[in-house]
């Protein structure tokens, strides 16, 4: 929930009431969808807005790897929901996806159609992706720190020593704040630019 509270902070400090986020479909083995999800909408109370979130989601069907595109699922529903919120004419003016590969599609549509991040839209993920490092604009995220976790995991499964043959459980327990890592694909909304100059 830290993480999508995050987030929700950074685009309330930059002006966006109306937020969009933009999901694969939620199950029971997606716990952490769910998180970053319930994270935004508790930050965006506590600041008052409680009309200020939309949520898209995917509907229901077996995610793959990739579709009969190439391309990767999520990185479609990325575009296809963006797409969607269009052709509705959404008063949104920042996009969350679920995760990075998420949010790609959804830069990937807005360059498609003509609009420019993040003067138009603002854009941001979850996970920090490689991609997300690379992708112009570059896209705002968060860092949950995987590859420091992952070896860290590795390290006490290496140095874990058992003297006898029936060996003594254990648990350790160590704990990483997720980073907001700010990029090019967010900025001022552009209802708050407006007001600013009147």
Do not use: W
Not at 24 to 30: E, G, I, S
Not at 183 to 198: C, D, L, V, W
């Amino acid at each position: 929930m830290n993480a999508g509270a995050m987030l929700a902070e950074h685009l309330y400090q930059l002006g966006h009431r109306k937020l969009v986020f933009i999901s694969t479909p939620f199950n029971q083995l997606t716990l952490a969808r769910e998180q970053r999800l319930e994270g935004i909408r508790k930050q965006l109370e506590l600041h008052g807005v409680t009309d200020g979130l939309e949520v898209l989601v995917a509907d229901r069907q077996a995610e793959a790897d990739s579709q009969d595109d190439g391309l990767p699922y999520e990185y479609s529903v990325g575009r296809q929901l963006t797409a969607e919120l269009i052709r509705r004419e959404s008063m949104a003016t920042a996009l969350i996806g679920v995760n990075d590969m998420t949010a790609l599609g959804i830069l990937s549509e807005l360059a498609a159609q003509g609009l420019r991040v993040p003067r138009d839209f603002s854009v941001c993920g979850f996970d920090n992706i490689f991609s997300s490092s690379i992708t112009t604009p570059g896209l705002t995220t968060i860092d949950h720190h995987l590859r420091t976790r992952c070896q860290a995991a590795v390290d006490m499964v290496i140095t874990q020593s058992t003297p006898s043959r029936i060996p003594t459980p254990f648990v350790n327990k160590i704990e990483y704040t997720p980073q907001l890592i700010v990029r090019s694909s967010t900025g001022q909304s552009p209802t708050h630019r407006s007001s600013e100059k009147i």
